[in-house]
């Protein structure tokens, strides 16, 4: 999943992040330049022929950042106040999170300056099939591979895929991800970020020594990625003792808590499409009801903030309990840089985001691959390659971690950069 | 055993005489009904027959007169003992038959003469004057025939068969036919009438248009019999036949109508007159084209007066779509109380006329084909009154005078006592035969109150409406209803609309509340009933979410089942809201948005408990989905990531996660056209955009209702000044904004959204709201705004905004909604419709601030900063001062005030702090070359400021000695902030002078007077012939509190003194 929401800075910010790991890794100039950059950009016009018979004309970009590693893959953004630095941005983040778990592609983004909420669904259509035309000679699965993201659907996706197999004259479903299962989609996509977590969390106890089974933990937020998390952890034998939601209503969050460990099935017949917890009926389930960051206080070893930035800061980093061992990051940017050195500091094992939430993206290459060979796998193949690959990409970096005596989160950075800048070098672009 | 035996005496004697008496009836039957018998001869017989039906034959006799002669039985003599009854043929008098008793007999119920005997000689002059009639009838049909048999032969003209006819017929109305001709002929201009008797002479038209002030000079009409024949002569060489024949016809036409038209010009006919008189004409079933166009006009126009209202716009507009027919339909429908004069309210005429031009323009527009409105009854206004005489309960009356805070104190009360009190037994029956009609169908019985829904005063939901599931016995549904009404009575003295009637000087009308009883429109579904779809419609669309919708584009507010989710805001569900003139452009992009902002619950009918129920749609899909009526056309079913229509009926609705969309509703059916043209149509034909209700059976659609959509009249959009300094910037906005601006704000109301959040408990939360309400009653009106967070009004779950019903912030200039957006969604705004309307009608301003958008500024740190009023206004309160902050802004600002200036086109706003005084930005008031204040633009304030100025000013230019005047007050509407850009400005004036500065006084304030016309004529558009309403006043007035001197130091809407400039302060 990309970044929501940057600031308009957030190219420059990818940048010193990026220059941060080429000072670890020791870059030479030349790879330093060629990866800090993007290496393709497009940007174009979309002639719309709007309902009332007038003309509008769209912008509409798309980013390769890099595909040394394989072809680019990356959403297509609709917003109003899209910019070409966020989408820059925005591709450089896919070639890391792609080289973290070690899958065959690069990074890309785009988008179109739109507001959906302006537009019917006919413009919309119209909309994307100019993008496609514009883009066409430059995309495809084996150059480039576009994606729902902000205010996209798979509809929008369909209309793409339906007008590039138009011009091309062909099938070609591994053109895009995040499609309808039954046309080309793939099964495993609603569990694939959850269970992802739960196999870097399995990892890391292996790698303390700790059984999962004497585990327990507390998990903020009861969207998609808690939900699988909790099922397969409880799967593993430990025990999720508190859960943070967010009440719509109120316009605020409550932990519920029930110490001998929360029932997945139960909370599911009391929980909204949103993940809400229906406050009155927990409470009625036996469940204490508690404000919504007291999830982070419970005494637990692990802790799993799965659904909202921000939500350990230097503010209540320090109420976190001292039995607490793993954080593992289910949502983007989950932890702040202030807290996030304490808990360095502290010396509780870190499973960056990056790393700890890219089963989403492994799913979708799986998806690619199932739709390139036009045969589909069922879901428990999906899921058990899904360990495989989250698993390697976990050793991987705690490797690098232990032997380099580097904190999770850089470590996880290291590798990645590492691994296309070497892909770069091997074929001799630098 | 005697007494029994003297009973059965009784009851034998009491049939013998019924006996009797029918056999008396029986024989004159037979006589009347005898061929070929002579009249003469069958009299005779009669008055044979007559006596041996009296309790006492013996000394019995009869006489019968008519037509001159006399008939009586052989024994008759004049007696003291005697009953007579009149015949009549065609309802005049023709003769009479009497009955004597020649000796004095006990004395029985009239006389001698038993209560049946009375009956029968009744029936019998009766029947005989059938008889006559009937007679009469035949000879004329006789005439009639040979006269049509001329008439095909070609004898002679058509129109002088029929004056042939009428002379033989009705030799009277032929004489008032004539006069009609002879006045028509004088019209034309015909000479020589001079010498026909009964002509009026022509009047000296100079005079009766003269302007002079004196009494015309009396003409004497003399009312000398017509020669018909000499009339119609001349009238032959001066009309083409065909004229005579076609006025003929409408004269004979309008005499016929004679009574219908006399009920309805007499003020005291009352409403069941005018029913019947409508059933009599119904009774001749006349075809509306054979009446002359300016008497259908005069009927349509005194119909529509009784029925519905006096409002002229209304009735000029409904007489070109109703005809006649259309009454006797409203008159079937109708319960009134006895000898009543009341009308069916404001809710009634609107559905009726919006009906009828649905009915009269679908041949014009086919999507309006196939609209519908239930089946509806109505009760007069008055019946309210009528039931509170019924039941002493007179008392209420006074109330709407009681503080607020008495009102809503006793309102509970009120509603008991209603609830508990009988119905008139004309009211009683006429709910009975609703419900025989109706039979178990679920009803819905709304106010129709006479002040309600009329253009200016929206009463919107002041008043209830109860839905009833009208199940049960015969005995249960008429007491549900019998309550409902009561309720609905009662709501009436109820605090919110009492307070609503009181800021619009409308409390002294005496309000009187119509009913309507309307079946819901719906189906059932299990234990269910309930409409496929229902909701409001609007012709200007005030909410629009996209810059490529256009006002006139209309909004529709659309739910699952019942309306009331649609009218009503509800604090946790979302209707779907659609554009009929943009129907592609939908409210919400995403599969996410789609999700959360769906309505999520529906309201509707439980049969079975009898209740107005609200269930979750997902359950009530789980129980239903495969039977509700359209459901198809309704929902999306949500898959993945995925929403898309179901595909077929292959697919269980009961079993699948689906969301309420109306996607198949606005992609398939041609359900958003018809509402544009319904929108369309009833705005261009009821000359201004319109709000109505309407619902769907799931084969139907259903008008509801409709009103008039209230709007503020063209305000401007301001200037927004560029490059402010941040520091001089209370707030900007970006989003649904509107137009206009509010000049001189001296107070704001802040409710901090994060400490409000924080309130732990739920009693602070409310306390908040009441805080505000007291507030609201305490800080200068319209010259304060409120800022918080979320939705004003909150009633379900008031965290998300302050708990507040109208009157408790119906003196705010400004109403702004923080909402501080979550994540990617910003929280849904208060676009309830009640509240709304209410907003615009009173003028209150409406922004919705979104900090933590990029162009959006809330200068949060001003109000922290700020000193808090709170505690010293409302030491009671003082506990919720860190939430609730009263900031000064001249105090805080170095004398600024805030000025807060909103352009819709843009969508922009601005609150500024600003110098006060006029507004830079606009053009103001100045002194033109003629000396005459000239106001170029709209003026930047409120009518009633702009009064008050322009008072102070004349107050500050008047020179107290050269007038006699010691002090001046300024009331009424200008002084309580309800002046219109048509009021006057009252001024009191306390004048000491003598006679010749009284002249001079009346000339300096006459000039002022005529300048204010002219300078709110150039600011309004509006004429008038001066301004100034001055009254003056004596020391002695002052003295004994006679006259307007009352208002001077009242209690309530009191005159306020303006500061008088002197010889020395004048300038």
Same mark, same amino acid.
């Given at each position: 999943?990309?970044?929501?929401n940057?600031?308009y800075n957030?190219y420059?910010m990818?940048?010193?992040?990026?220059d941060?790991v080429a000072?670890?890794?020791?870059l030479?100039q030349?790879?330093?330049?060629?990866?800090r950059?993007p290496?393709?950009?497009?940007s174009?016009?979309i002639?719309?022929?709007?309902?009332?018979g007038t003309?509008?004309?769209?912008r509409?970009f798309?980013?390769?950042h890099?595909d040394a590693?394989?072809p680019?893959?990356?959403?297509?953004?609709f917003h109003p106040h899209?910019?070409?630095?966020?989408?820059?941005a925005?591709?450089?983040?896919m070639t890391w999170?792609?080289a973290v778990?070690d899958?065959?592609?690069?990074?890309?983004?785009?988008?179109?300056?739109c507001?959906p909420h302006?537009?019917?669904?006919?413009e919309?259509?119209?909309i994307?099939?100019g993008?496609?035309?514009?883009?066409?000679?430059?995309?495809g699965?084996?150059?480039d591979?576009?994606?729902p993201?902000?205010?996209?659907?798979?509809?929008?996706m369909?209309?793409m895929?339906?007008?590039?197999?138009?011009?091309?004259?062909?099938?070609?479903?591994?053109f895009?991800t995040?499609?309808?299962?039954?046309m080309?989609?793939?099964l495993g996509?609603?569990?694939?970020?959850g269970?992802?977590v739960v196999?870097?969390?399995?990892e890391?106890l292996?790698a303390?020594?700790?059984?999962?089974?004497?585990?327990?933990?507390?998990?903020?937020g009861f969207?998609?990625?808690?939900q699988?998390?909790?099922?397969l952890?409880h799967?593993?034998?430990?025990?999720?003792i508190?859960v943070?939601?967010?009440n719509q209503?109120e316009q605020?969050?409550y932990?519920?808590k029930?110490?001998?460990g929360v029932n997945l099935?139960e909370?599911w017949?009391?929980?909204?499409?949103?993940?809400?917890?229906?406050?009155?009926?927990?409470?009625a389930a036996?469940y204490?009801?508690?404000p919504?960051?007291?999830w982070?206080?419970?005494?637990?070893?692990?802790?799993?903030p799965?659904a909202l930035e921000?939500?350990?800061n230097?503010?209540n980093?320090?109420r976190i309990?001292?039995?607490v061992k793993?954080?593992?990051?289910g949502?983007?940017g989950p932890?702040?840089?202030?807290?996030?050195a304490?808990?360095h500091k502290?010396?509780?094992?870190?499973?960056?985001d990056?790393?700890c939430?890219?089963?989403?993206?492994?799913c979708?290459y799986?998806?690619?691959?199932q739709?390139n060979m036009?045969y589909?796998w069922?879901r428990?193949?999906?899921?058990?390659?899904?360990d495989?690959?989250?698993?390697?990409?976990f050793h991987?970096?705690?490797?690098?971690?232990?032997s380099?005596?580097l904190y999770m989160r850089?470590a996880?950075?290291?590798?990645a950069?590492?691994?296309?800048?070497r892909?770069c070098?091997?074929r001799?672009?630098? | 055993?005697?007494?029994?035996g003297?009973?059965?005496d009784?009851?034998?004697?009491?049939?013998?005489?019924?006996s009797?008496?029918l056999?008396c009836?029986?024989q004159?039957?037979e006589?009347?009904?005898?061929?070929?018998?002579?009249w003469?001869?069958?009299?005779e017989?009669?008055l044979e027959?007559?006596?041996?039906g009296?309790?006492?034959?013996e000394?019995?006799?009869?006489r019968?007169e008519?037509?001159g002669?006399?008939f009586?039985t052989?024994?008759f003599?004049?007696a003291?003992w005697?009953?007579e009854?009149?015949?009549l043929?065609r309802?005049?008098?023709?003769g009479s038959?009497?009955?004597?008793y020649t000796?004095?007999?006990m004395s029985?119920?009239?006389?001698p003469f038993?209560?049946?005997e009375r009956?029968?000689?009744g029936?019998?002059?009766?029947?005989?004057?059938?008889?006559?009639t009937?007679?009469e009838l035949?000879?004329a049909?006789e005439?009639?025939?040979?006269?049509?048999q001329s008439?095909?032969?070609?004898?002679?003209k058509?129109?002088?068969?029929?004056?042939?006819?009428?002379r033989?017929?009705?030799p009277?109305l032929l004489?008032?036919i004539?006069?009609?001709?002879?006045n028509?002929?004088?019209w034309k201009g015909?000479?020589?009438l001079?010498?026909i008797?009964?002509f009026?002479r022509?009047?000296d038209?100079?005079?009766?248009s003269s302007?002079?002030n004196?009494?015309?000079a009396r003409q004497v009409?003399?009312d000398?019999p017509?020669?018909t024949d000499?009339?119609f002569r001349?009238?032959?060489e001066?009309?083409?036949?065909?004229?005579?024949?076609?006025?003929?016809h409408?004269?004979?036409?309008?005499e016929?109508?004679s009574f219908?038209i006399n009920t309805?010009?007499w003020?005291?006919s009352s409403?069941?007159?005018?029913?019947?008189?409508?059933?009599?004409f119904?009774?001749?079933?006349?075809?509306?084209k054979?009446?002359?166009h300016?008497?259908?006009?005069?009927?349509?126009?005194?119909l529509?007066r009784?029925f519905?209202t006096?409002?002229?716009?209304?009735v000029n507009i409904?007489?070109r779509?109703?005809s006649?027919d259309d009454?006797?339909e409203?008159?079937?429908?109708l319960?009134?109380p006895p000898? *009543?004069?009341?009308?069916?309210g404001?809710k @009634? $005429?609107g559905?009726?006329l919006?009906?009828?031009i649905?009915?009269r323009? %679908? #041949?014009e527009?086919?999507a309006l084909?196939?609209?519908?409105?239930p089946?509806t009854w109505?009760m007069?206004?008055?019946?309210v009154l009528?039931?509170?005489?019924?039941n002493?309960l007179?008392?209420v009356?006074?109330?709407k005078?009681l503080?607020?805070e008495q009102?809503?104190?006793?309102y509970?009360?009120v509603?008991?006592a209603?609830?508990?009190s009988?119905f008139?037994?004309?009211?009683?029956?006429?709910?009975?035969?609703v419900?025989e009609?109706?039979?178990d169908?679920?009803l819905i019985?709304?106010?129709? *109150?006479?002040l309600?829904?009329?253009?200016? @005063? $929206?009463f919107?939901g002041k008043y209830?409406?109860?839905?009833?599931a009208? %199940? #049960?016995?015969?005995e249960?549904r008429l007491a549900?209803l019998?309550?409902?009404v009561a309720?609905?009575?009662a709501?009436i003295?109820g605090?919110?609309?009492?307070e609503?009637?009181?800021?619009?000087?409308l409390l002294d009308v005496?309000?009187?509340?119509?009913?309507m009883i309307?079946?819901?429109v719906?189906t059932?579904?299990?234990?269910?009933?309930l409409?496929?779809f229902?909701?409001v419609?609007?012709?200007?669309?005030e909410?629009r979410?996209?810059p490529?919708?256009?006002r006139?584009?209309?909004l529709?507010?659309?739910?699952l089942g019942l309306g009331t989710r649609a009218?009503d805001?509800?604090?946790?569900d979302?209707?779907?809201l659609?554009?009929? #003139?943009q129907?592609?452009l939908?409210v919400?992009?995403t599969p996410e948005?789609?999700?959360?902002?769906?309505?999520?619950k529906?309201?509707?009918?439980?049969?079975e408990?009898r209740?107005?129920?609200t269930?979750l749609v997902?359950d009530l899909l789980?129980e239903h989905g495969n039977?509700l009526?359209?459901i198809r056309?309704?929902?999306s079913?949500?898959e993945?990531?995925?929403?898309?229509?179901?595909?077929?009926?292959?697919e269980?609705?009961?079993?699948?996660?689906?969301?309420?969309t109306f996607?198949g509703?606005v992609?398939?059916t041609?359900?958003l056209a018809?509402?544009?043209?319904l929108?369309k149509v009833?705005?261009?034909?009821m000359?201004?955009p319109v709000d109505?209700?309407f619902?769907s059976?799931?084969?139907?659609?259903?008008?509801?209702?409709?009103r008039p959509?209230?709007y503020t009249e063209g305000?401007?959009?301001a200037?927004i000044?560029?490059?402010?300094?941040r520091?001089?910037?209370?707030?900007?906005?970006?989003?649904y904004?509107?137009?206009?601006q509010?000049?001189?704000?001296t107070?704001?109301?802040?409710?901090?959204p994060e400490?409000y959040?924080n309130?732990?408990?739920l009693s602070d939360l409310?306390?908040?709201g009441?805080?505000v309400?007291r507030l609201n009653k305490l800080?200068?009106?319209?010259?304060?705004?409120?800022?918080?967070?979320?939705?004003?009004?909150s009633?379900?779950?008031?965290?998300?905004?302050?708990?507040?019903t109208?009157s408790?912030i119906?003196?705010t200039?400004?109403l702004v909604?923080i909402?501080?957006r979550?994540?990617?969604?910003?929280p849904?705004?208060s676009?309830?419709?009640?509240?709304?309307?209410?907003?615009?009608?009173?003028r209150?301003?409406?922004l919705?601030l979104?900090?933590g958008?990029?162009?959006?500024?809330?200068?949060?740190?001003f109000?922290?900063?700020a000193?808090?009023?709170l505690p010293?206004?409302?030491p009671e309160f003082?506990?919720?001062?860190?939430?609730?902050k009263?900031v000064?802004?001249p105090r805080?600002?170095?004398?600024?005030i805030l000025?807060?200036?909103?352009n819709a086109?843009?969508d922009?706003a601005?609150g500024l702090?600003a110098?006060p005084g006029?507004?830079p930005?606009?053009?103001g008031?100045?002194?033109?070359p003629?000396?005459?204040?000239?106001?170029p633009e709209?003026?930047?304030?409120?009518?009633?400021?702009?009064?008050i100025?322009m008072a102070e000013k004349?107050?500050s230019r008047?020179?107290?000695?050269?007038?006699?005047?010691?002090?001046?007050w300024?009331f009424?509407s200008?002084?309580n902030?309800?002046?219109?850009p048509g009021?006057?400005?009252?001024?009191?004036?306390?004048?000491v002078?003598?006679?010749?500065q009284k002249t001079?006084?009346?000339?300096?304030?006459?000039?002022?007077s005529l300048?204010?016309a002219?300078t709110n004529?150039l600011?309004t558009?509006i004429?008038?012939?001066?301004l100034?309403d001055t009254?003056?006043l004596?020391?002695?007035?002052l003295?004994?509190?006679?006259g307007?001197s009352?208002?001077?130091g009242?209690?309530?809407?009191?005159?306020?003194?303006?500061?008088m400039g002197?010889?020395?302060?004048?300038?």
């Amino acid at each position: 999943m990309a970044k929501r929401n940057r600031a308009y800075n957030s190219y420059e910010m990818a940048q010193a992040q990026f220059d941060h790991v080429a000072e670890i890794l020791e870059l030479d100039q030349g790879t330093r330049e060629f990866l800090r950059e993007p290496m393709r950009e497009y940007s174009f016009l979309i002639p719309v022929r709007m309902d009332d018979g007038t003309s509008r004309v769209f912008r509409g970009f798309r980013v390769q950042h890099n595909d040394a590693r394989g072809p680019s893959k990356g959403g297509i953004r609709f917003h109003p106040h899209e910019t070409m630095d966020t989408v820059r941005a925005l591709a450089t983040w896919m070639t890391w999170k792609c080289a973290v778990v070690d899958i065959p592609l690069g990074g890309g983004k785009g988008g179109v300056i739109c507001d959906p909420h302006h537009l019917s669904a006919r413009e919309q259509e119209q909309i994307c099939r100019g993008w496609v035309r514009q883009i066409a000679r430059n995309v495809g699965p084996l150059q480039d591979v576009p994606a729902p993201d902000v205010m996209t659907t798979p509809q929008h996706m369909l209309w793409m895929l339906d007008e590039l197999e138009a011009i091309r004259g062909e099938k070609l479903p591994g053109f895009i991800t995040g499609k309808p299962v039954g046309m080309g989609g793939s099964l495993g996509r609603k569990e694939a970020t959850g269970y992802g977590v739960v196999f870097t969390i399995r990892e890391a106890l292996k790698a303390l020594g700790i059984r999962p089974e004497d585990t327990i933990a507390s998990v903020q937020g009861f969207g998609n990625v808690s939900q699988y998390t909790i099922e397969l952890y409880h799967k593993l034998g430990g025990k999720v003792i508190c859960v943070s939601s967010w009440n719509q209503k109120e316009q605020k969050s409550y932990a519920f808590k029930k110490a001998g460990g929360v029932n997945l099935e139960e909370l599911w017949a009391i929980t909204d499409r949103f993940g809400e917890i229906d406050k009155g009926k927990a409470a009625a389930a036996g469940y204490e009801v508690l404000p919504g960051d007291k999830w982070l206080e419970q005494e637990v070893d692990i802790l799993m903030p799965g659904a909202l930035e921000n939500q350990i800061n230097a503010d209540n980093v320090d109420r976190i309990s001292s039995r607490v061992k793993i954080v593992a990051e289910g949502a983007n940017g989950p932890t702040s840089p202030e807290a996030d050195a304490v808990l360095h500091k502290r010396g509780i094992f870190m499973i960056p985001d990056f790393l700890c939430n890219a089963g989403g993206v492994t799913c979708s290459y799986f998806e690619q691959v199932q739709s390139n060979m036009n045969y589909f796998w069922d879901r428990d193949e999906v899921l058990n390659k899904l360990d495989g690959k989250m698993t390697a990409a976990f050793h991987a970096v705690h490797e690098v971690a232990m032997s380099r005596k580097l904190y999770m989160r850089d470590a996880a950075y290291v590798i990645a950069v590492d691994r296309v800048a070497r892909a770069c070098k091997d074929r001799g672009w630098v | 055993m005697t007494d029994s035996g003297q009973e059965l005496d009784k009851i034998l004697e009491g049939l013998l005489e019924r006996s009797k008496e029918l056999s008396c009836l029986y024989q004159v039957g037979e006589i009347l009904r005898a061929g070929d018998v002579p009249w003469a001869k069958k009299l005779e017989r009669i008055l044979e027959v007559i006596p041996p039906g009296w309790q006492h034959p013996e000394v019995c006799e009869a006489r019968l007169e008519f037509g001159g002669q006399a008939f009586q039985t052989a024994g008759f003599v004049d007696a003291p003992w005697v009953m007579e009854e009149a015949i009549l043929i065609r309802g005049e008098e023709v003769g009479s038959l009497q009955v004597v008793y020649t000796e004095e007999r006990m004395s029985a119920d009239e006389g001698p003469f038993l209560l049946e005997e009375r009956k029968l000689l009744g029936t019998i002059a009766q029947q005989v004057g059938f008889h006559l009639t009937h007679e009469e009838l035949s000879n004329a049909y006789e005439t009639w025939k040979s006269a049509v048999q001329s008439f095909e032969t070609g004898e002679g003209k058509k129109w002088q068969v029929i004056v042939d006819f009428l002379r033989r017929a009705d030799p009277q109305l032929l004489q008032r036919i004539s006069r009609r001709m002879l006045n028509h002929l004088r019209w034309k201009g015909v000479e020589g009438l001079d010498s026909i008797p009964g002509f009026q002479r022509s009047l000296d038209h100079g005079t009766a248009s003269s302007d002079q002030n004196q009494p015309l000079a009396r003409q004497v009409f003399m009312d000398l019999p017509v020669p018909t024949d000499l009339v119609f002569r001349t009238a032959s060489e001066h009309c083409a036949d065909e004229e005579i024949l076609f006025h003929i016809h409408s004269w004979i036409n309008r005499e016929k109508l004679s009574f219908l038209i006399n009920t309805l010009e007499w003020q005291e006919s009352s409403l069941g007159d005018i029913t019947s008189a409508l059933g009599r004409f119904q009774a001749l079933q006349m075809a509306e084209k054979e009446l002359p166009h300016s008497l259908l006009n005069v009927l349509k126009t005194a119909l529509l007066r009784r029925f519905f209202t006096d409002q002229i716009d209304y009735v000029n507009i409904a007489k070109r779509y109703v005809s006649l027919d259309d009454f006797h339909e409203v008159a079937a429908h109708l319960i009134h109380p006895p000898n *009543s004069h009341g009308k069916l309210g404001g809710k @009634s $005429a609107g559905i009726f006329l919006a009906r009828k031009i649905v009915e009269r323009m %679908q #041949g014009e527009h086919e999507a309006l084909r196939g609209i519908r409105v239930p089946r509806t009854w109505y009760m007069a206004s008055d019946g309210v009154l009528a039931f509170v005489r019924h039941n002493g309960l007179e008392d209420v009356y006074d109330r709407k005078y009681l503080e607020l805070e008495q009102v809503r104190h006793q309102y509970p009360y009120v509603i008991q006592a209603f609830k508990t009190s009988a119905f008139p037994p004309e009211l009683l029956n006429g709910l009975s035969l609703v419900l025989e009609k109706l039979g178990d169908r679920p009803l819905i019985v709304r106010s129709s *109150s006479l002040l309600e829904d009329r253009t200016g @005063s $929206a009463f919107s939901g002041k008043y209830k409406s109860l839905f009833l599931a009208n %199940q #049960g016995t015969k005995e249960e549904r008429l007491a549900a209803l019998l309550d409902a009404v009561a309720e609905v009575y009662a709501s009436i003295f109820g605090p919110d609309p009492i307070e609503y009637r009181a800021e619009r000087n409308l409390l002294d009308v005496h309000e009187e509340m119509g009913i309507m009883i309307q079946e819901v429109v719906g189906t059932r579904v299990g234990q269910y009933f309930l409409p496929a779809f229902s909701g409001v419609a609007f012709s200007n669309n005030e909410f629009r979410w996209s810059p490529r919708i256009k006002r006139e584009d209309g909004l529709v507010r659309l739910v699952l089942g019942l309306g009331t989710r649609a009218v009503d805001r509800v604090s946790d569900d979302y209707p779907v809201l659609l554009a009929p #003139g943009q129907p592609r452009l939908r409210v919400n992009a995403t599969p996410e948005e789609v999700l959360r902002y769906s309505p999520k619950k529906v309201d509707l009918i439980n049969l079975e408990t009898r209740s107005f129920e609200t269930v979750l749609v997902s359950d009530l899909l789980k129980e239903h989905g495969n039977e509700l009526p359209l459901i198809r056309r309704m929902v999306s079913l949500v898959e993945h990531d995925e929403i898309r229509r179901p595909s077929g009926l292959l697919e269980d609705l009961s079993r699948k996660d689906a969301v309420v969309t109306f996607e198949g509703l606005v992609q398939d059916t041609p359900f958003l056209a018809q509402m544009a043209t319904l929108l369309k149509v009833l705005r261009e034909t009821m000359g201004m955009p319109v709000d109505i209700e309407f619902a769907s059976d799931g084969s139907h659609l259903y008008l509801l209702q409709c009103r008039p959509q209230s709007y503020t009249e063209g305000s401007a959009p301001a200037t927004i000044p560029r490059d402010l300094p941040r520091n001089r910037v209370l707030f900007t906005a970006h989003r649904y904004v509107s137009n206009g601006q509010i000049p001189e704000i001296t107070h704001v109301v802040w409710v901090d959204p994060e400490e409000y959040g924080n309130l732990p408990e739920l009693s602070d939360l409310k306390g908040v709201g009441k805080a505000v309400g007291r507030l609201n009653k305490l800080l200068p009106k319209r010259r304060f705004i409120l800022m918080g967070p979320g939705r004003w009004g909150s009633r379900g779950d008031i965290r998300l905004g302050v708990s507040v019903t109208y009157s408790d912030i119906n003196n705010t200039a400004l109403l702004v909604e923080i909402a501080h957006r979550t994540g990617k969604y910003v929280p849904d705004l208060s676009f309830g419709t009640h509240f709304f309307q209410d907003l615009v009608e009173a003028r209150i301003r409406y922004l919705p601030l979104f900090p933590g958008e990029p162009e959006t500024f809330l200068n949060e740190p001003f109000f922290h900063k700020a000193e808090n009023l709170l505690p010293e206004l409302l030491p009671e309160f003082s506990h919720l001062a860190h939430v609730v902050k009263v900031v000064e802004i001249p105090r805080e600002a170095e004398g600024r005030i805030l000025r807060v200036l909103m352009n819709a086109e843009m969508d922009e706003a601005v609150g500024l702090l600003a110098d006060p005084g006029p507004h830079p930005e606009l053009p103001g008031p100045s002194a033109g070359p003629s000396g005459r204040i000239v106001a170029p633009e709209p003026p930047p304030e409120e009518h009633w400021q702009w009064r008050i100025r322009m008072a102070e000013k004349l107050a500050s230019r008047m020179d107290p000695e050269r007038f006699g005047v010691r002090e001046i007050w300024v009331f009424g509407s200008s002084q309580n902030g309800t002046a219109g850009p048509g009021s006057d400005i009252d001024l009191l004036l306390h004048f000491v002078g003598t006679e010749d500065q009284k002249t001079s006084l009346l000339a300096w304030l006459d000039g002022w007077s005529l300048s204010l016309a002219e300078t709110n004529y150039l600011r309004t558009g509006i004429p008038s012939d001066g301004l100034l309403d001055t009254r003056l006043l004596s020391d002695q007035d002052l003295e004994n509190r006679t006259g307007y001197s009352v208002k001077i130091g009242a209690a309530t809407d009191p005159a306020r003194r303006l500061r008088m400039g002197g010889a020395e302060g004048g300038d």
